[in-house]
């Protein structure tokens, strides 16, 4: 196995990295995919307790680079998938305690045992950043459609360029269907027109996905929600399958039900 | 006073016009020196050619604009500055200055009725400059590609923006009024000329190719008109 290092950045804050990539992480390993998830931000870890895996860091990632441990103490296995594992952060320590190198270092360890490396980067575009990015051989950039996390986007894909690492894929998260059909949120198009980068997923607003982040619980557990199969079919994409995106027109009406009833496929 | 200048501007003939030598000193004095020199010879200088011999000093961009632009409200062209600094004549360069007395500028021999062009040279981009970035030179910039938001483009002289120009561009950043900016779609951020500063209204409908330049002290952007700028 050599596994595919994919780093989940933003530049913004709050815009759905850790969810992202809890919910990807969840959804290659329920594919017989193994996974390990890296919690790159260093000082503000998120990603553990989105896993629902807090309660279980004895070691984190710094105590890796620095020595404290070996790498496989520090994994720590999902209760719910055999072939899932995370490294946690460091809470108490910064960015600087680690190094792009240290990176690199690290994930070349852990690529023969995985198929993917998934790297939660801290928002910014600091060291943090520099960390999740150096180690990457894919990376993905989270937006929402509001117009600063698009122009912050457009830094980091700036900046990933710049490091060679490119081109990055995008995600848009949180696009809510009706307020865009009201005209008052950015269409996927208005993104991607000034981004100009391909995009790998559309994940529509979901209040599912609040709800499972205080459990613990992915929603890429749960198919049935619109958000956990958009994070699904975002898997499959970095799989190389192609899946076509969802739709995302708001739940049907009685009336278009019944017109769908009528005229089956018909849009 | 006039001893003192004597010694820090000396003046002599040459083939091509007249040859100043700058001594040692601060460029500001030298400069005021220089200046005052002129106005008080102002018949002999009038309609002169001089070439700038300045040593050792580093000369930026700007200074050397705006000695120019000061000989010129003399009468006095600038046509060549030679200097032991290679930055300084690579910006005279920029500023299409020649930097060899023998060599005086190919304008100045071209005979009338000559349709070879020689232009003037420009930095060239090919790609989108994303939020973040920037671009700045001396003399013209062309991008080829868009200039998203949050990037910055500046110029001493004219910029092309062949896209979508939605960034804050600088056009004439020396202060030369003369300068345009041009773009595929013309919605800045922000768009400076020399020193004037103009927010664009925001447009809707189908982006047209834009020239803005400044008319009568104000930035004005209007569609591109072949009519009008193919036949200047």
Not at chain 1, 72 to 84: H, P
Not at chain 1, 158 to 168: Q, S, Y
Not at chain 2, 220 to 232: D, L, Q
Request: glycine share 8%; charged share 25%.
């Amino acid at each position: 196995m050599t596994a595919t290092v994919v780093t989940v950045t933003s530049g913004k804050g709050g815009v759905g990295k850790t969810t992202t990539t809890a919910n990807l992480a969840v959804a290659l390993a329920s594919d017989n995919s193994k996974v390990v998830c890296i919690d790159a931000d260093i000082g503000l870890r998120n990603l553990d307790v989105v896993l629902g895996l807090e309660n279980r860091i004895v070691y984190d990632l710094v105590d890796i680079v620095e020595g404290r441990c070996r790498l496989r103490q520090a994994m720590i296995r999902d209760k719910r998938m055999q072939e899932l594992f995370l490294i946690p952060a460091a809470q108490t320590r910064d960015k600087s305690s680690v190094s792009p190198s240290d990176m690199v270092r690290l994930c070349d360890e852990l690529r023969p045992e995985f198929d993917w490396i998934l790297i939660d980067s801290p928002a910014g575009i600091e060291r943090g950043f520099r960390n999740s990015i150096a180690p990457a051989d894919t990376v993905l950039v989270v937006t929402n459609p509001e117009v600063s996390a698009v122009r912050d986007a457009d830094r980091i894909i700036g900046l990933i360029e710049a490091e060679e690492k490119g081109p990055a894929r995008l995600i848009i998260n949180r696009l809510n269907p009706s307020l865009v059909k009201r005209g008052d949120m950015l269409t996927a198009d208005d993104v991607l027109e000034l981004l100009a980068v391909e995009l790998i997923g559309i994940v529509p607003e979901d209040e599912n996905v609040v709800v499972s982040t205080n459990r613990g619980q992915p929603v890429a557990l749960d198919p049935k929600s619109k958000a956990g199969q958009a994070f699904i079919n975002i898997s499959h994409r970095l799989r190389g399958e192609k899946v076509p995106f969802l739709n995302l027109e708001e739940k049907d009406g009685f009336f278009s039900r019944l017109t769908k009833m009528i005229h089956p496929g018909g849009d | 006073m006039v001893g003192e200048n004597n010694l820090t501007v000396q003046i002599k003939g040459v083939r091509e016009g007249l040859l100043i030598t700058l001594g040692e000193g601060d460029w500001l004095d030298l400069e005021s020196a220089l200046l005052s020199h002129i106005d008080e010879r102002a018949n002999f200088f009038k309609g002169a050619k001089i070439a700038l011999e300045v040593g050792n000093h580093v000369l930026h961009a700007a200074e050397m604009g705006s000695l120019r632009d000061k000989l010129s409200e003399r009468g006095v062209s600038l046509w060549a500055i030679t200097s032991n600094s290679p930055k300084t004549e690579q910006i005279a360069q920029v500023l299409g200055l020649a930097t060899r007395l023998s060599a005086p500028r190919p304008e100045r021999v071209v005979k009338p009725l000559d349709t070879n062009l020689t232009g003037e040279s420009a930095a060239l981009v090919h790609r989108t400059l994303r939020s973040g970035f920037r671009l700045a030179n001396s003399g013209h910039i062309i991008v080829i590609g868009d200039v998203n938001p949050g990037a910055e483009v500046v110029a001493g002289g004219n910029i092309v923006v062949w896209g979508r120009l939605r960034g804050v561009v600088h056009a004439g950043a020396d202060g030369n009024e003369k300068a345009v900016v041009c773009a595929l779609d013309m919605t800045p951020t922000q768009l400076r000329i020399a020193d004037l500063i103009a927010a664009l209204p925001q447009k809707k409908g189908k982006p047209q190719p834009e020239i803005a330049r400044v008319k009568d002290g104000q930035v004005i952007a209007e569609i591109w008109n072949y009519k009008i700028e193919g036949g200047r």
